[in-house]
């Protein structure tokens, strides 16, 4: 890439951070995602960060406006009224005063804490604005190990696919399918209005999505009593090693502020969750399952959420074998990562996280393979996350045999890490 086709596409990325900015949050997307998504909005931030430090505090901050008093940060913010999309608030009946829905999503929240905080060059405001995120982020974190590990066994669980962010991944199909749909009130769905339905998660999946959130809700969206009272309990080790991850650059964070008790407690909690990690690794696959919490048993499905956890401090020998896994996909993919495996019969290159490269992903596991001195294959991730972008866009995600451009266009997360990689790839 030339230094002209770098200024290039950093500004039409900026120029699709700025378009899908309502004020004090950023829209994913116009029409498909018209609010404020919890993991969105915090890779959003680390994008404006390269050009209004200020803002990308804002982002922040809005999100955890919206924190509930037991400490869980919702996964949408509905600050507006728009039809457009389903399922709006008076199917969460979550009783927020402005509304949310009663689930959460990947903390990105303690990672992009520790950017902002780092990046900033105004240092009294990055100080002030860290040490009023602080508590939040870490009262979140408490509620995860409290509400979502009540065993305490190091590790939390997701009660609904959304709240992973990878909706329709082959990792939930077997535990999803003890999920009933009986009873479920008649609904239209918005998101195949805006984007092509074979791009999109099934019926079957979204009458099961909502009958998860019926139940929820008939539980008064009392936290202490979800988990055990859930059909769909999955440990995903992306999820956790994010939250790990989390934990370590809180604990980074909050001893720069001379708060050393919240330092210690999250370097614990990381600490637990590493050692709990070592249970979801598969010499098979050179890669972590997702772990059935109901029935006690991996899942057979080795998607991208098994190479998340290098974004977490995994052991080095770890780190090589998911590189190892990923320049295996680059031989048989025109770009990568892959969101499963492409050998898997249950592969489709175009359906949402069934096998789709996603940006954002792609930058997490950079970011641990750079840690773990994996160069060479954190390189070729790179170059194909930017040859993406060169070829289809801003796109919300790609078909990785062909580079297609899929789901939504104009995407804020994809515009976000595209400033990163540029910066990254300099
Ligand atoms: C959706 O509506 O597709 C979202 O992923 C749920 O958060």
Known sequence: MTPEDKSRIFNLAIEVLKENDRGAYTVPTKGLYPFQWNWDS???????????????????????????????VPHIIFH??????????????????????????????GFALRQLFERSADRTAAERRARALLPKIEKWFAWFYANRDPQGQGLVAILHPWEAGRDNSIDWDEAFDRVPT???????????????????????????????????????????????????????????????RGCQDLAVVAEALGNADTAARNRNRAARGLAALENLWSD??????????ITGT?????SIGGLIPV???????????????????ATRLKYIIASHDPDDPRFEAKRYWRGPVWLVVNYLIVD????????????????????LIEQSGFAEYYDPLTGAPCGGGRFTWTAAMVLEFLDIAA
């Open 311 to 329: 974004f977490a401090a995994i052991p080095k020998s770890r780190a090589a074998a998911i590189g190892q896994v990923i320049q295996q996909q």
């Open 284 to 293: 098979r696959h050179g890669q972590y399952l997702c772990l059935d919490r």
């Open 368 to 387: 641990g393979l750079l840690a773990a001195g994996e160069t060479e294959v954190a390189a070729r991730v790179l170059r194909s996350s930017l040859d």
């Open 80 to 109: 507006v009224h728009d039809d457009g999309y389903f399922p709006g608030p008076d199917v969460w009946g979550t009783g927020r005063a402005t509304p949310t829905s009663g689930i959460t999503q990947p903390p990105i929240a």
């Open 298 to 302: 991996l899942i057979d499905s080795p």
């Open 42 to 72: 915090c890779f959003t931030a680390l994008g404006q960060a390269h050009f209004d430090e200020d803002r990308a505090w804002t982002e922040m901050e809005t999100l955890f406006e919206h924190q509930w008093p037991d400490g869980m």
């Open 182 to 244: 009986e009873g479920i009130a008649p609904y239209t769905r918005r998101d195949t209005q805006h984007a092509d339905p074979a791009h999109r998660p099934t019926k079957a999946q979204y009458d099961r999505y909502l009958w998860l959130v019926e139940h929820f809700r008939g539980l008064g969206w009392d936290n202490a009593r979800l988990h055990d009272a859930s059909p769909f309990q999955v440990v995903d080790p992306g999820f956790n090693a994010i939250l790990i």
